[in-house]
T-cell receptor
Framework: DAKTTQPNSMESNEEEPVHLPCNHS???????IHWYRQLPSQGPEYVIH???SNVNNRMASLAIAEDRKSSTLILHRATLRDAAVYYC???????????FGTGTRLKVLA | GAVVSQHPSWVICKSGTSVKIECRSL??????MFWYRQFPKQSLMLMAT?????????EQGVEKDKFLINHASLTLSTLTVTSAHPEDSSFYIC???????????FGPGTRLTVT
């Protein structure tokens, strides 16, 4: 399974954009890039996923590098409720067997 | 979005007893569900893949006789921790393949404490 590397923690001020990076240099052509987040004592929550093109939804945007060896999750305006651990996961198309890395703990400052 | 529930949300049991945790997909059918375990301050670790009507597939290092998984219907999977010990105390989370391609829905988790 391809691995992902994320910073252990990041901080952001409320109302400001946040860019959460993920490196996945061993990604294969069929791997989708998934992002989930986990609030304390809760199960992970789907954020966004993509394959090659940048993706937008109501929660966030996903920017994927042209060589697909890295991606960035963008929260356009961080709120206190966005404080969570964000996980970047690779999984081939049709596979839902997720291997979680260590994730990035995002702290949002009021 | 699709909803996955778990019951109970927390449980305390004595060492040597067995505990059953239920995972239900409330508004969709899930042929495949997954069970994870998470220790404090750590990431989720995949334990097994649960397939409706067939035997579960366990990850390396997970004892299949200790963690019994049954996927009896398209909306229910159960995890039974047999002969629980304090080291089995953890946060157990299930998930199910979503109806939308690429999405997986997670339950709220069950906190197990073995005394």
């Amino acid at each position: 399974d391809a691995k992902t590397t994320q910073p252990n923690s990041m901080e952001s001020n409320e109302e400001e954009p946040v860019h959460l990076p993920c490196n996945h240099s061993t990604i294969s052509g069929t791997d989708y890039i998934h992002w989930y987040r986990q609030l304390p004592s809760q199960g992970p929550e789907y954020v966004i996923h993509g394959l090659t093109s940048n993706v937008n939804n109501r929660m966030a945007s996903l920017a994927i590098a042209e060589d697909r060896k890295s991606s960035t999750l963008i929260l356009h305006r961080a709120t206190l409720r966005d404080a969570a651990v964000y996980y970047c996961i690779l999984a081939p198309s049709g596979t839902y067997k997720y291997i979680f890395g260590t994730g990035t703990r995002l702290k949002v400052l009021a | 979005g699709a909803v996955v529930s778990q019951h109970p949300s927390w449980v305390i049991c004595k060492s040597g007893t067995s505990v059953k945790i239920e995972c239900r997909s409330l508004d969709f059918q899930a042929t495949t569900m997954f069970w994870y375990r998470q220790f404090p301050k750590q990431s989720l670790m995949l334990m097994a893949t649960s397939n409706e009507g067939s035997k579960a597939t366990y990850e390396q290092g997970v004892e299949k006789d200790k963690f019994l998984i049954n996927h009896a219907s398209l909306t229910l999977s159960t995890l039974t921790v047999t002969s629980a010990h304090p080291e089995d105390s953890s946060f157990y989370i299930c998930s199910a393949q979503g109806v939308v391609v690429g999405e997986q829905y997670f339950g709220p988790g069950t906190r197990l404490t073995v005394t």
